[in-house]
């Protein structure tokens, strides 16, 4: 198999002569949805995934997965041996649709694990996120799921991909996704667990005990401008610019442990001049149909360029 393809199987435990195809169109089309979706979620500015269906036996389809390449050199670069295969299997473990040997817990994982409507969520280390259940049961999850699990087309189409079907169908006794000869990544997922997905089809959605809407965004690659730094450490109501126009100034927390020490001790500043590459959170919040003003924290600074020193007059 090509560095660049994945296939992925779905499977529908099903009489394939009781299929309506009609209806199991959409599914195939969400399917190709969720992948396309997530790898634009978490990767923006990286490369596509083509999506390809077609059946192979009774109820089962595989699912060819290609990274398109930006450029020539980048195609040239894939074929040298880079590890695009392994990019998409672990986007299709981050949305939970195989199981890896890592322990990642996936979106469907994820909400399989909930039930229902997460008591708590709470950022515990850049990267990190804590769910806690309504019997206040808790969970750790990569940055990743948690940037999925926040998108209401991510969930959306995971509904339409395993929920919609046994609804629709009463013939599909449990639907089966895993990637080909890898009998150990399969995921099961079963009629008794179509209500639970349901449910969060749309979490950004949900209300807080305060009556507001809640919706995390999170962007990778963004890069800043210092605007006002801090003379006294503290992390918090940093300005920065994404931008030079008069709008494209931010103010965000950084959350970056190892930054914030280095910064401490000196081996960097927050001048204007300074180049910095982040992973930024957006939180934005609704109360009633009133869209507050978003609030901003920098979970991580990937990389960081010191500009030009500022030169003085002589005597000045």
């Not at 149909?289 to 360029?305: A, F, G, H, S, W």
Request: negative net charge.
């Amino acid at each position: 198999m090509p560095e660049n393809h994945v296939n992925f199987v779905y499977k529908l435990d099903v009489d394939v002569h009781e299929v309506d195809v009609f209806k199991l169109a959409p599914t195939l089309l969400a399917l190709g949805e969720l992948i396309q979706d997530s790898n634009q979620e978490v990767n923006p500015a990286g490369r596509q995934i083509g999506v390809n269906v077609k059946p192979f036996c009774e109820g089962s389809f595989i699912v060819d997965l290609s990274i398109f390449p930006q450029t020539n050199l980048q195609q040239v670069h894939d074929l040298l041996g880079s590890q695009t295969a392994g990019q998409v299997k672990l986007l299709l473990e981050w949305i939970g649709l195989i199981t890896g040997s890592g322990g990642i817990v996936g979106v469907v994982q994820l909400i399989r694990w909930l039930k229902g409507k997460p008591k708590a969520i709470e950022e515990i280390k850049p990267g990190e996120f804590r769910y806690t259940a309504g019997d206040d049961r808790s969970i750790t999850i990569d940055m990743h799921v948690h940037q999925l699990f926040s998108s209401s087309r991510i969930t959306n189409n995971i509904y339409k991909v395993y929920g919609a079907p046994m609804e629709d169908q009463s013939s599909v006794a449990d639907i089966r996704t895993y990637l080909e000869g890898e009998s150990k990544t399969e995921v099961i997922f079963e009629r008794s667990e179509v209500p639970i997905v349901r449910e969060f089809m749309d979490p950004s959605a949900w209300l807080t005990s305060s009556g507001e809407t809640v919706k995390d965004h999170i962007q990778e690659g963004v890069f800043l401008n210092p605007k006002r730094g801090s003379f006294e450490n503290d992390p918090r109501d940093l300005s920065f610019h994404r931008g030079r126009g008069r709008n494209d100034v931010i103010t965000a927390t950084i959350k970056d442990k190892t930054f914030l020490q280095d910064y401490a001790d000196g081996k960097y500043r927050l001048l204007s001049s300074d180049l910095l590459t982040v992973t930024l959170l957006e939180r934005q919040t609704v109360e009633g149909t009133i869209v507050k003003k978003p609030v901003y924290e920098i979970l991580r600074v990937t990389n960081y360029i010191k500009g030009p020193e500022q030169k003085t007059l002589p005597g000045v």
